[in-house]
């Protein structure tokens, strides 16, 4: 689908272009700066040739205020240095967009009830709760950590801790303690919120003990805030209905400088400590200002609901809704319950105008048959975000076909390291089934080869040749930088290197193959995983797959597909024959796998990633212990059942 000749899933029409945010953003770089930006490619090339003044233009239009006279002082990498001298604060953006007409968080719970909360009643509660910081000795740069499910509760604390100028730093309550420690256990929190426990699947999951491991555990916690949710008690903590007590006096943030950390958000985890990444308010503004309303061209009209937990960035992406004045829905629930295609349920109920979800839920309502667009009124519903991994053109044109032909589908990929997406979709550019439809906006992005040279309709190396604003400040305790620096500008010297492998096309949209470290590459010849899951998830009989690559100790390379079967399916003849044959069809005689076989599970970071890297190296007779933190696992028992295929 990377030709010329791909056919688009859904063209902006004439009007869609008019009315998008970014057309009106285009025709002010286009006044101020006297460029003739035509389309979005233009106007895309101008804001990486001219970075500092398209970051510059992204301040002035949005009306931030008052701005320094020099946007970039330094453009190295890393170092870069933006607005210095600039004052501000993430939270009052939000506090800018404050209405009474429409709510600023709608609550979601798996029984169905609905609960929305006003503009004032979320402000007010995070007024009132930065009070009780205040009261704690909770001042600019001291750490307030949150165990909680995607709550409310959740959101207004982390905007209290920030108008404060304190960090935030948060997990979800499926995490156990210990691995909830590896996390927040860096940061030497001073106050605690999390929730007696959550609902998930029609169960009710007590986190009484984990709340007491983790006091235990942060000796320098100065209080505890518990949000009631199954009644449970939890002994010498504050009650957090009382502590966020709406306050008399408003909420007026603590200005901050543009590189003042907002939050530590962390990898993936899978070997050693998580690294807790550091960004700062001005990047992140700026970056999600731009990232939502004009690349979603998400505004006051919208109702934006990403269904997500606060271990990941799409967390904090989806809280960003509220910088342009969108009411953003929070659900702790599963996405499958009490059925498939829970997640459109809500969207119809609730009225969601921008839906976000992963290729993992699209693929498993394909699978149960669901046709959302017939069973609910998505009548709202204008956009379908999808991210977490490569999503498959045959998921992307399932949503054409089953939610509806002219609603796109933004498939967007970036990671926790920036907070945000490289690539993804724009309201003024088509969608292709199976690719990102373009660069986002000041994101220098390309693909490199070997040598270091761009290359198109090629497979190469994502890499970013120029600074964004939310690249980390850096890495919790690195104190010289050297983990930074190795993790992103080790092997191109002033260039990031994400570690994707990807393709750009002649028309500039771009197409993820998976990430590089985990590359096949058999005979010489490099494959991405993504190819190959993109041929065989579809198939009604397969639930889940994972292809690595491991070089044998004799100079050879074993290429082995695990599948999980759907229910009463078994690994015949035939159905290998099938499935290679599927992949020799679908992509190349070269990514037809050495061996299939059916594995009870595939193993997954608990942010949803397969652990393809360390499932190469059990798979080459390392130690589970020495590749993979088991607390960093959806399900740590499976490891030892891949190690038990270790080829020494």
Known sequence: MTGETATPQWVPATEDIARARITDFARFVAERHAVTLPDYRALWQWSVDDVAGFWGAVWDWFGLGERPPVVLARREMPGASWFPGARLNYVERVLAQARTDRPAIVSVEEDGAVTELSWAEMLGRAAGFARTLRAAGVGPGDRVVGYLPNIAEAVIAFLATASLGAIWSACGQDYTAAAALDRLGQLDPVVLVTADGYRFGGKRHSRRAEIEALRAALPGLRATVVVSRLGEVVADALDWAQASEPASEPLVPERVDFDHPLWVLYSSGTTGLPKGIVHGHGGVLLEHLKALALQTDLGRDDTFFWY???????????????????????????????????????????????????????????????????????????????????????????????????????????????????????????????????????????????????????????????????????????????????????????????????????????????????????????????????????????????VVGAEQPDGGYWMPLFVVLAPGVALTDALRARLCDT???????????????????????????????????????????????????????LLSWYAGFARR
């Open 308 to 546: 997500t937990s606060p271990s990941w960035m799409m967390w904090n992406f989806q809280v960003a809704g509220l910088l342009v004045g969108a009411t953003i829905v929070c659900y702790p629930g599963s996405p499958a319950a009490p059925a498939p295609d829970a997640l459109w349920d809500i969207a119809a109920r609730v009225r969601v105008t921008v839906l976000g979800t992963s290729p993992g839920y699209v693929q498993a309502c394909m699978k149960a048959g669901a046709v959302p667009g017939r069973d609910h009124d998505l009548s709202a519903l204008r956009l379908i975000g999808v991210t977490g991994s490569a999503f498959p053109a045959a998921s992307s044109l399932w949503l054409r076909d089953s939610v509806g032909a002219h609603i796109p589908v933004a498939s967007i990929s970036g990671g926790t390291d920036v907070v945000s997406a490289f690539a993804g979709g724009a309201p003024t550019v088509p969608v292709w089934p199976g690719e990102l439809s373009a660069p986002y906006l000041g994101v220098a992005l390309a693909a490199w080869d070997d040598a270091g040279a761009p290359v198109r309709n090629a497979v190469g190396e994502l890499v970013v040749t120029a600074p964004m604003p939310s690249m980390p400040v850096g890495f919790w305790r690195d104190h010289d930088g050297s983990r930074y620096r190795a993790a992103y500008f080790a092997d191109h010297p002033g260039v990031w290197r994400h570690g994707d492998w990807i393709t750009v096309t002649e028309r500039g949209s771009v197409v993820v193959h998976g990430r590089s470290d985990s590359t096949l590459n058999r005979h010489g010849i490099r494959m991405g995983s993504a190819d190959i899951y993109q041929a065989v998830d579809p198939l009604p009989e397969i639930t889940d797959s994972l």
């Open 583 to 637: 992949i020799r069809t679908r992509t190349s005689p070269r990514h037809v796998p050495d061996e299939i076989i059916a594995a009870p599970g595939i193993p997954r970071t608990r942010t949803g990633k397969k652990l393809e890297v360390p499932i190469k190296k059990l798979l080459q007779g390392a130690d589970p212990g020495s590749v993979v933190d088991p607390s960093a696992v959806d399900d740590p028992d």
